[in-house]
């Protein structure tokens, strides 16, 4: 729970501190991720080969987890910033518990 008594998991994370160039570049990897499973998808309905499907899957996985880094590498560079001004401890913990849990499902 934070200070206004909300369970922190289901806060809106917020990312203001991403510049518009930022952000845009993240939505667009979700759209071609997006697009990616698409296709996956259709590879299913065509009842294409499972090695041909789950080499896609594999690279779909390979997506997610370059969009996880490069959202963690913004996020941390602001708590970076947050920790220089000494306002950082609600962030840091935060944080740690993402990359606790992006370790531990990769």
């Given at each position: 729970m ?7 998991r289901n ?8 510049g ?8 667009n990897?979700l759209a071609r991720?997006?697009?990616h ?35 963690l ?17 609600e ?5 740690t ?10």
């Amino acid at each position: 729970m934070n200070a206004r008594g909300k369970n922190e998991r289901n806060a809106p994370a917020d990312l203001s501190y991403l510049g518009e160039e930022k952000q845009r570049a993240l939505v667009n990897r979700l759209a071609r991720l997006e697009g990616h499973v698409r296709s996956v998808r259709r590879m299913v309905e065509e009842r294409r080969c499972a090695d041909e499907i789950l080499l896609q899957v594999s690279a779909v996985k390979a997506a997610m987890n370059q969009f996880a880094a490069a959202l963690l590498q913004e996020e941390l560079n602001a708590c970076m910033s947050t920790c220089m001004t000494g306002d950082s401890d609600e962030r840091l913990q935060r944080v740690t518990r993402v990359l606790s849990t992006l370790l531990r499902q990769s």
